[in-house]
């Protein structure tokens, strides 16, 4: 069983669009995130959710709303997408929010937009 | 600020030999946590270790090990006897409190080329 998915594994679309990026964790964990890594790849967090809420939001454009239905689920859509958005996107868990914990992190989705 | 610095960009040795990737870091905490992840070419990011800022002791797993010096603010990673599946990027990683929650702060990583 995989315990962190995320779906798709590769997005291709056109400027302009809006897309959304899915991401289900079956490990039972408090606390989810959404991470960019760019061409060079560096890392960076975007948002984070602990029990549905968010707790961490980063200096991201408001073109991109997670959301989360339940702890288990937290997805990401991107509105107007932008040349600039392509990267590889990484959905992650862990237990909690406390920090000493390791991060589950899913595949990653591979965004070009063109 | 907090901060990681992986000053390798990346490192290719050749099947067998030992390779040391380097880590530092910076932080006013004095309760952090440090990990290490792999990243093969596959993509997917793999946890390897995690430490935290009062447990000094070095850890060895098999062919890695992993040397946390807090007089330096280090946190190296050694394969010894490398092999072909090593090949991948690294990535060190620091976790402190802010603003009453916890943030990875990521390295550059290392990419590791190990030649067959």
């Known amino acids: 069983d995989t315990a962190v998915s995320q779906t798709p594994k590769y997005l291709v679309t056109q400027m302009g669009n809006d897309k959304s990026i899915k991401c289900e964790q079956n490990?039972?964990?408090?606390?989810m995130y959404w991470y960019k890594q760019d061409s060079k790849k560096f890392l960076k967090i975007m948002f984070s959710?602990?029990?549905?809420?968010?707790?961490i939001n980063e200096t991201v454009p408001n073109r991109f709303s997670p959301k989360s239905p339940d702890k288990a689920h937290l997805n990401l859509h991107i509105n107007s997408l932008e040349l600039g958005d392509s990267a590889v996107y990484f959905c992650?868990?862990?237990?909690?929010?406390?920090?000493?914990?390791?991060?589950?992190f899913g595949q990653g989705t591979r965004l070009t937009v063109v | 600020a907090q901060k990681v610095t992986q000053a390798q960009t990346e490192i290719s040795v050749v099947e067998k030999e030992d390779v040391t990737l380097d880590c530092v870091y910076e932080?006013?905490?004095?309760?952090?946590?440090l990990f290490w992840y792999k990243q093969p070419p596959s993509g997917e990011l793999v946890f390897l270790i995690r430490?935290?800022?009062?447990d000094e002791q070095n850890e060895i797993s098999g062919r890695y090990s992993w040397n946390f010096q807090k007089s330096t603010s280090s946190f190296n990673f050694t394969i010894t006897a490398s092999q072909v599946v090593d090949s991948a990027v690294y990535f060190c990683?620091?976790?402190?409190?802010?603003?009453?929650?916890?943030?990875?702060?990521w390295g550059a990583g290392t990419k590791l080329i190990i030649k067959p």
């Open positions: 990683a620091l976790s402190e409190e802010m603003d009453s929650n916890y943030q990875l702060i």
């Open positions: 430490r935290n800022s009062f």
């Open positions: 932080t006013r905490d004095t309760t952090y946590y």
């Open positions: 959710y602990n029990n549905k809420e968010l707790i």
């Open positions: 490990l039972g964990h408090d606390t």
């Open positions: 992650a868990s862990s237990p909690y929010s406390s920090g000493n914990t390791e991060a589950f």
